[in-house]
T-cell receptor, first 117, second 115 residues
Framework: GAGVSQSPSNKVTEKGKDVELRCDPISGHTALYWYRQSLGQGLEFLIY????????KSGLPSDRFSAERTGGSVSTLTIQRTQQEDSAVYLCASSSRTSGRKTDTQYFGPGTRLTVL | AQKITQTQPGMFVQEKEAVTLDCTYD???????LFWYKQPSSGEMIFLIY??????QNATEGRYSLNFQKARKSANLVISASQLGDSAMYFCAMREETGFQKLVFGTGTRLLVSP
């Protein structure tokens, strides 16, 4: 079946502009995660959605970052007033979130490479 | 707090040989899961293998096996019969089974398989 998809694959923007990154999880997966991979910070958790529960936003680095998930499926990560330090690969993952066992494996999308000039 | 340590920035192995990638972890949660992911140069994160903290046996998936030593808090990945296509970054990650279950990643090991 189809995996996690993300768009765009690459995004180049100017400092101060807003950007939106999209993630389409695996069909039927109720849990959705955003991570960021940058040279200086490695892979870091940003935000987590599970069904209709309040999201875990504990990893968002600043209030310029926000995310929403509509209809329990597609998610959009928005970065306002982008800064050069926001340049990174943004990875989305989804899981079936059942019993905390193997079936909760997170499967990743191909990522969006964001470059802020 | 959760922490994953991968002390090998780079590893070299010859084709058809076995290689072990090291991973140690720290957590105060008695229930957790350990994962290994492969990231080729194309960038996607590919799930390889999972080990639960209460699993009695070491996990195996084809040529991948996980050497889980709970008392030492280590979860080393063993790749048998290396192939050229195994050249990639390898990340060890941990998920605590309580709470929101985010993954915490190590810094990765770059594996290069030579002919």
């Amino acid at each position: 079946g189809a995996g996690v998809s993300q768009s765009p694959s690459n995004k180049v923007t100017e400092k101060g502009k807003d950007v939106e990154l999209r993630c389409d999880p695996i069909s039927g997966h109720t849990a959705l995660y955003w991570y960021r991979q940058s040279l200086g910070q490695g892979l870091e958790f940003l935000i987590y959605f599970q069904g209709n529960s309040a999201p875990d936003k504990s990893g968002l680095p600043s209030d310029r970052f926000s995310a929403e998930r509509t209809g329990g499926s597609v998610s959009t990560l928005t970065i306002q007033r982008t800064q050069q330090e926001d340049s990174a690969v943004y990875l989305c993952a989804s899981s079936s979130r059942t019993s905390g066992r193997k079936t909760d494996t997170q499967y990743f999308g191909p990522g969006t490479r964001l470059t802020v000039l | 707090a959760q922490k994953i340590t991968q002390t090998q920035p780079g590893m070299f192995v010859q084709e058809k040989e076995a290689v072990t990638l090291d991973c140690t972890y720290d957590t105060s949660d008695p229930s957790y899961g350990l994962f290994w992911y492969k990231q080729p140069s194309s960038g996607e994160m590919i799930f390889l293998i999972y080990q639960g903290s209460y699993d009695q046996q070491n996990a195996t998936e084809g040529r991948y096996s996980l050497n889980f030593q709970k008392a030492r808090k280590s979860a080393n990945l063993v790749i048998s019969a290396s192939q050229l296509g195994d050249s990639a970054m390898y990340f060890c990650a941990m998920r605590e089974e309580t709470g929101f279950q985010k993954l915490v990643f190590g810094t990765g090991t770059r594996l290069l398989v030579s002919p």
